[in-house]
């Protein structure tokens, strides 16, 4: 007798992913730190489901934490069209508020980094409108407020936020910048608490270093800057350390700090204060030509700032030589 043994073929019914499984792969990634990945995921997400409005409010949250805000408000206005035309109250603020709310906050969001702050400030009190108690509309309130140089509104936004979440990290650095700009007593604990509600959050330790340099503790607030930059490069960060070495009399540290930030510093305030920094240290080491040089940049990159025009004439007075700077006449380059 022959035994035959014959193997089971057990037949599985192909499954083909749909859009959740796109989803919950895109969360999966983010949590890793993959937002190449996430972002991938989203947009196929997406494309399987076309009138769902999930994936592209998915989406618009990852260009905004990637600093694409030009396709975070597209996919944000995408995700505002789908839930109106289906009713659907369904969209993603850090993968959990589903309402209309945090569809709004996102596009604000995109708008107020695209510079746009009224449009920005229209559609947040849009998101407020449609939940009063939206913390993340509330908080980017905060921001453009406090971007507007309303600093008293602002504090009240993130005071509103603390009240609801007493752990939002972001609120308490929001309301300490805020308190320091006018001069508040409780600046400093709201930073405090910023920074031990969340060691990793730039936001408070770069404020509470331009805090700390207000008041003199300038080897405090080189520490503080050089936290932030562990966490974000930042080229405020990286001014206010430079300041700080400046300070501390440290001219060659400042003049490297402010190399590093120009890397990546693209607005051109932003190159203009850093380079302002750097003029002031090859000032104070008697190197007057280049600190005419780099003055003559920052003035270039914003014309309109008089203190830097002073400087650049008294570094030149100094020099004792003739350094022009006007459209077509002669100037020396920074190096």
């Known amino acids: 007798m022959f035994a035959t043994c014959f193997a089971m073929l057990v037949v599985v019914p192909s499954v083909e992913p749909n859009a959740g499984f796109y989803l919950a792969r895109s969360d999966a990634s983010c949590q890793a730190g993959r937002l190449d990945d996430a972002i991938l995921d989203a947009q196929v997400a997406a494309e ?5 409005p999930v994936p592209p409010g998915r989406l618009a ?16 206005d995408r995700a505002v069209r789908l839930a109106a035309g289906s009713g659907v109250h369904l969209v993603a603020f850090r993968g959990s508020n589903r309402d209309a ?17 009224e449009a920005s400030l229209e559609t947040l009190h849009a998101a407020v409108a449609a939940d009063p108690e939206c913390l993340p509309a509330r908080m980017q309130l905060g921001r453009v407020a406090l971007a507007a ?8 936004h993130f005071s509103a936020v603390i009240q609801a979440d007493p752990q939002a990290a972001g609120a308490f650095a929001g309301r300490g910048s805020a308190r320091f700009h006018i001069r508040h007593p409780g600046a ?19 404020v509470r270093g331009m805090l700390r340099g207000d008041a003199g503790d300038h080897s405090g ?11 974000e490069p930042r080229h405020a960060s990286m001014a206010g350390l430079a300041t700080a070495r400046l300070h501390l009399g440290d001219p060659a540290g400042a003049e490297r700090a402010v190399t590093v930030g120009l890397a990546f510093a693209t607005a051109a305030g932003d190159r203009a204060r850093l380079l302002a920094v750097r003029a002031d240290a090859h000032a104070r080491r008697g190197d007057y030509g280049r600190a005419a040089a780099d003055l003559d940049r920052a003035v270039r990159y914003d014309p309109d700032n008089g203190a ?4 650049r004439g008294d570094a030149l007075a100094r020099l004792g030589g003739v350094f022009m700077a006007g459209p077509g006449e002669r100037g020396a380059s920074a190096p």
């Open 308 to 311: 830097w025009v002073a400087a």
């Open 149 to 156: 140089g309303d600093a008293p509104g602002a504090e009240a």
């Open 61 to 76: 949250e990852l260009m905004l934490r990637t600093g694409r805000p030009a396709a975070a408000l597209v996919a944000a």
């Open 188 to 206: 400093r604990a709201d930073l405090d608490t910023a920074v031990a509600l969340d060691p990793a959050l730039a936001d408070g330790w770069e």
């Open 221 to 231: 607030a080189a520490a503080d800057f050089a936290e932030a930059l562990k966490f």
């Open 48 to 52: 399987l489901a076309p009138a769902d």
């Open 101 to 117: 709310a945090g569809r709004y906050e996102l596009r604000a969001r995109a708008l107020f980094a695209l510079g746009e702050p």
